[in-house]
């Protein structure tokens, strides 16, 4: 059982470089979401679907674009990085069959921006 | 709008005490509740949850109690260990959103 799986674990990048962070999940849920962790807080929403080809803005969006192209699939790309988006992102999915359905979330991706 | 308050940390206790960690909500209906623990380099992983008033999620001697009337979800263990120690997040949800709305986090030392 798989789950949530993110790549790249730890990447590190410098300013202005872009990339894009992958997560697949095999669970056939409909809701994927990605969040940030920085030292000392909390989760923080970047961006989440609710099904295949939709996207939306979270609490923090700025700087970040996604897609979700396919159902398993969700990608966070960093167009031009920033040392202030250095953190510890985290993905996560959701079955769409009730409010006491939890999230799953994978490993997480931690990222430095020098 | 609808919010989760946690007891902030961290909280260090010994190996064998009791541990509560407090966890309110403020919310317009009737969500689900959720607590959640990340062990070190670790995602989030579901701890226990609880979905209607009175009812009581339990895991891995942990427990909590879903309670309307004081607006509450405190997660309690009876004598914590050291591989308890982590960060734990209390969570709601309701049936008409698709976001879960997470508490900021308390971390959980124990000493051996």
């Known amino acids: 059982n798989a789950g949530v799986t993110q790549t790249p674990k730890f990447r590190v990048l410098k300013t202005g470089q872009s990339m894009t962070l992958l997560c697949a999940q095999d669970?056939?849920?409909?809701?994927m979401y990605w969040y940030r962790q920085d030292p000392g807080m909390g989760l923080r929403l970047i961006h989440y679907s609710v099904g295949e080809g939709t996207t939306a803005k979270g609490e923090v969006p700025d700087g970040y674009n996604v897609s979700r192209l396919k159902k398993q699939n969700f990608l966070l790309g960093l167009e031009s990085a920033a040392p202030s988006q250095t953190s510890v992102y985290f993905c996560a999915s959701r079955s769409d069959r009730g409010p006491d359905q939890p999230q799953h979330f994978g490993d997480g991706t931690r990222l430095s921006i020098l | 709008g609808d919010s989760v308050t946690q007891m902030e940390g961290p909280v260090t206790l010994s190996e064998e005490a009791f541990l509560t960690i407090n966890c309110t909500y403020t919310?317009?209906?009737?969500?689900?509740l959720f607590w959640y623990v990340q062990y070190p380099g670790e995602g989030l992983q579901l701890l226990l949850k609880a979905t209607k008033a009175d009812d009581k999620g339990s895991n891995k001697g942990f427990e909590a109690t879903y309670r309307k009337e004081t607006t509450s979800f405190h997660l309690e263990k009876g004598s914590v260990q050291v591989s308890d120690s982590a960060v734990y997040f209390c969570a709601l949800s309701y049936s008409s959103a698709s976001k879960i709305i997470f508490g900021s986090g308390t971390r959980l030392s124990i000493r051996p």
């Open positions: 669970m056939n849920h409909e809701y």
């Open positions: 919310a317009t209906g009737y969500p689900s």
